[in-house]
């Protein structure tokens, strides 16, 4: 069966490019999703997040009609959910929107339909969203009841794109499709090469959402490394970034660079859905996300240390200093906040420090509710103008752009070495 109209559920930072890039293949896209903001905004062609070139396909995608957003599901062929997937408190998965999702569309399932799954879920998600929906349509046969005979076909597909790069990774990528069946799988292939261009890497399920948990599990025990030894090369007075730049040219090394931490919604959260399906067998996995989630923390500690020393030099009271936060974006040049240590480091200092915080975000028009009434929004050169202390952690290239030179202030913490 062909795919005529194709349904993507959740129209954020991965759901609405992919409904962008099925409607710039002329296919009829219909976008839900619950914030009317978000539809509204959509609809007249326009986007409610800073993506680049996601504006002008979405606004030529909406004049050509073949884009169109709804608050509520509608017939499709194909339907993909692509909603958060947060963990909870106890870093246990929390799959109540994934569950929402598929309860919704189940209304409008018919026999022929494909659902995909491309939400970051633990092992285990797809077939517990198959579940979801036999039990809310016991009409239809699903692939856990009929396996290739099933009147509804279901696979699970994670996105692997860069924020900044969505719009070119999202079509040259390769796709990872992990199907209940192998006929699910084929089904699958066939959607995503509507405008795909890397290669349809064919799987189970199972394999693919590990494959996805795999993938930003590695990257975040890489970084745990270089945020170790960051704190180690602070301790023995060396440049960590001087030391990883000597150590790289070794042929078989390559050290990546150390942050505030680690942001996302991907590699701040994915790690943790292995360790809470294999608590003692993740050990590594679980000691790298320690170890980046204290990052945070120790960098409030240099900032204290930074603000203690501006006291001994100047004789100023505590109220007096002015600190100023540089970023709260999760990594360089996007909007995109979620789970960012520099929004934690500067919730960390406002709570503390008892004069002025300001932060400096770019890139961003209003501050997250975490640091309202807390800290105060303003331009690069007023931070930089009535700054005592200034706190690098965000390396946007607006930030890269100013000569260290002018930076006049002699207490820096400098957690992205853009001013070394």
């Not at 109540?96 to 022929?112: D, F, N, Q």
Request: charged share 20%.
């Amino acid at each position: 069966m062909s795919f005529e109209t194709i349904s993507v559920i959740g129209l954020g930072y991965i759901g609405l490019p992919t409904a962008a890039a099925f409607a710039s293949r002329q296919k009829n896209v219909i976008g839900v999703d619950i914030n009317p903001h978000a539809v509204e905004t959509i609809n007249r062609g326009a986007i409610h997040i800073v993506e680049p070139d996601l504006d002008v396909v979405v606004r030529r995608a909406v004049e050509e009609k073949y884009l169109r957003a709804v608050i509520a599901p509608q017939p499709a062929d194909a339907f993909l959910i692509a909603v958060p997937t947060p963990f909870k408190g106890d870093h246990q998965p929390d799959m109540v929107y994934v569950e929402a999702a598929a309860r919704s569309i189940a209304t409008v399932l018919k026999k022929g339909d494909l659902v995909i799954l491309e939400s970051t879920s633990p092992v285990g998600a797809t077939e517990q969203m198959a579940g979801w929906l036999a039990d809310s349509r016991p009409d239809l046969t699903f692939p856990q009841q009929a396996g290739e005979q099933a009147d509804v076909n279901i696979a699970y597909c994670p996105e692997r794109v860069l924020p900044g790069q969505v719009m070119v990774e999202l079509i040259k990528n390769d796709r990872v499709i992990g199907g209940m069946t192998p006929a699910c799988s084929a089904r699958a292939s066939a959607l995503y090469n509507i405008f795909l261009e890397g290669e349809c890497v064919e799987t189970n399920a199972r394999t693919a959402e590990m494959c996805k948990l795999t993938e930003n599990s590695f990257r975040d025990v890489n970084i745990a490394f270089a945020n170790e030894l960051s704190l180690i090369c602070a301790a023995q007075g060396i440049n960590v970034w001087e030391l990883i730049r000597l150590a790289n040219r070794h042929p078989r090394v390559n050290i990546l660079q150390p942050g505030p931490g680690v942001g996302g919604h991907c590699i701040a959260v994915d790690p943790w859905f292995i360790v809470a399906q294999n608590p003692e067998l993740a050990r590594l996995i679980r000691t790298a996300r320690e170890v980046n989630d204290s990052k945070p923390h120790w960098v409030v500690e240099q900032v204290k240390a930074a603000v203690a020393d501006c006291l001994a030099a100047n004789d100023q009271r505590a109220s007096d200093v002015t600190i100023a936060c540089f970023g709260l974006a999760f990594k360089p040049n996007i909007d995109d906040l979620r789970e960012s240590p520099a929004v934690e480091v500067a919730q960390l200092i406002a709570e503390w420090h008892r004069g002025d915080t300001l932060v400096v975000e770019p890139h961003v028009e209003h501050l997250p509710k975490a640091l309202v009434g807390h800290t105060t929004l303003v331009s690069l050169d007023e931070a930089l103008q009535r700054a005592d202390v200034v706190v690098m952690l965000v390396d946007h290239q607006v930030f890269k752009a100013i000569p260290a030179a002018t930076v006049r202030q002699p207490w820096i913490v400098d957690t992205k070495g853009v001013w070394r």
